[in-house]
């Protein structure tokens, strides 16, 4: 079974930089995992923020970005807001026998 | 602009099914893919499956085969989520997402409000 893991929880400070990563229990990630990163906010549906491992949307705001890091799938906020406080959740494509899964999601606190 | 707007909250019980929607509006229907993705009470989302919104091509996740079945009406842009043999354990707020159509990227962009189904006898 697939499992794709993300750190459950992390702090970051008004104006600094934090790093969520996004991991494959099948192996390094890959820009062939096309990984895409969604925000949710309590009681919102969630929104999507990268596409294809580092493409934003046209409401991405330019401190989020998305590479790949060490084997994983990376999402990165510079300069973060108080309003980034939210479940940030990674998707990774596996191919046609089990297309998509999603990572556990990251519960980002700005503290 | 683009929006995705589903149906409404749903109560039902243990053993019965339930038919969500989710209708497109803004764009071209037929150039997308639409995926439906839930989340328990308090739990992380799940992927259940994609339908292809031009050819109705679909692929369900491992867990739901057999008891999911997604369909389109490409004729008022609206694609349908059945599931059956519902449990307590199918509670949860159920969610379509838009992918497009393409080989080289796989851009999800829209969501849906999401549904709420909630399963208790």
């Known amino acids: ?111 | 602009q683009v929006q995705l707007v589903q149906s409404g909250a749903e109560a039902k019980k243990p053993g019965a099914s339930v038919r969500l929607s989710c209708k497109a509006s803004g764009d071209i229907f037929t150039r997308y893919w639409m995926h439906w993705v839930r989340q328990a009470p308090r739990e992380g989302l799940e992927w259940m499956g994609l339908i292809n919104l031009s050819d109705g091509t679909i692929s369900y996740a491992p867990k739901f085969q057999g008891r999911v079945t997604m369909t389109r009406d490409t004729s008022t842009s609206t694609v349908y989520m059945d599931l059956s043999s519902l449990g307590s354990e199918d509670t949860a707020v159920y969610y379509c997402a838009r992918e497009g159509a393409s080989a080289t990227t796989k851009e999800f962009d829209h969501w849906g409000q999401g549904t709420l189904v909630t399963v208790s006898s």
């Open chain 1, 1 to 111: 079974q697939t499992v794709v893991t993300q750190e459950p929880s992390l702090t970051v400070s008004p104006g600094g930089t934090v790093t969520l990563t996004c991991a494959s229990s099948s192996g390094a990630v890959t820009s062939g995992y096309f990984a895409n990163w969604f925000q949710q906010k309590p009681g919102q549906a969630p929104r999507s923020l990268i596409y294809s491992t580092s493409n934003k949307h046209s409401w991405t705001p330019a401190r989020f970005s998305g590479s790949l890091l060490g084997g994983k799938a990376a999402l990165t906020l510079s300069g973060v807001q108080p309003e980034d406080e939210a479940d940030y959740y990674c998707l990774l494509y596996y191919g046609n026998a089990l297309p998509w899964v999603f990572g556990g999601g990251t519960k980002l606190t700005v503290l």
